[in-house]
T-cell receptor, first 112, second 112 residues
Framework: DAGVIQSPRHEVTEMGQEVTLRCKPI?????LFWYRQTMMRGLELLIY????????DSGMPEDRFSAKMPNASFSTLKIQPSEPRDSAVYFC??????????FGQGTRLTVV | KQEVTQIPAALSVPEGENLVLNCSFT??????LQWFRQDPGKGLTSLLL?????REQTSGRLNASLDKSSGRSTLYIAASQPGDSATYLC???????????FGTGTRLTVIP
């Protein structure tokens, strides 16, 4: 397996634009996580899914953030409208059960 | 809320030295603890996972210990190499939450 695949690797967008980040988890994994990493706050969980169902979205900062998992092999994190303070590295991770999480390479988002 | 602290924030050592990275957490009711490595601009690679019932795990030159009662874990790296230079993060998983609480990391530089 190629591991967790995220796209794009880098995204630069203007304030107010919609941004969509994509994630393909490892095949067979039943948990998918979205994390955000910033210098100030470190790594924070935004939302996680179990068997494609959102379980805990309490980490989603605002209604501007939304996440979907239409099937077991794909998830999106959308920010609409984007703001400069959303600039961060966004990581997707997957796991089988509540054991070991495998992380993607991340998407570095810059909102100007 | 679980808080995870890592000390020191940065560490430089000459090649060949043995070193210890420290991680402490405030709530001892953890499910497991993981040590990750993050290279600049890259994702996280899981190094070692210690279940709450275990006291240590070893992989090659790495040894991680866990003392739940005192809320501490250490990552021991033997015979350090320049390729070990990276940021090392510890994260705890608490029962029922399936949320990894991350420390802010220790940035390690091994000088040739």
């Amino acid at each position: 397996d190629a591991g967790v695949i995220q796209s794009p690797r880098h995204e630069v967008t203007e304030m107010g634009q919609e941004v969509t980040l994509r994630c393909k988890p490892i095949s067979g994994h039943d948990y998918l996580f979205w994390y955000r990493q910033t210098m100030m706050r470190g790594l924070e969980l935004l939302i996680y899914f179990n068997n494609n169902v959102p379980i805990d979205d309490s980490g989603m900062p605002e209604d501007r953030f939304s996440a979907k998992m239409p099937n077991a092999s794909f998830s999106t994190l959308k920010i609409q409208p984007s703001e400069p303070r959303d600039s961060a590295v966004y990581f997707c991770a997957s796991s089988f059960g509540e054991i070991q999480a495998f992380f993607g390479q991340g998407t570095r988002l810059t909102v100007v | 809320k679980q808080e995870v602290t890592q000390i020191p924030a940065a560490l430089s050592v000459p090649e060949g030295e043995n070193l210890v990275l420290n991680c402490s957490f405030t709530d001892s009711a953890i499910y497991n603890l993981q040590w990750f490595r993050q290279d600049p601009g890259k994702g996280l690679t899981s190094l070692l996972l210690i279940q709450s019932s275990q006291r240590e795990q070893t992989s090659g030159r790495l040894n991680a210990s866990l003392d739940k009662s005192s809320g501490r874990s250490t990552l021991y790296i033997a015979a350090s190499q320049p390729g070990d230079s990276a940021t090392y993060l510890c994260a705890v998983n608490i029962p029922g939450a399936n949320n990894l609480f991350f420390g802010t990391g220790t940035r390690l530089t091994v000088i040739p």
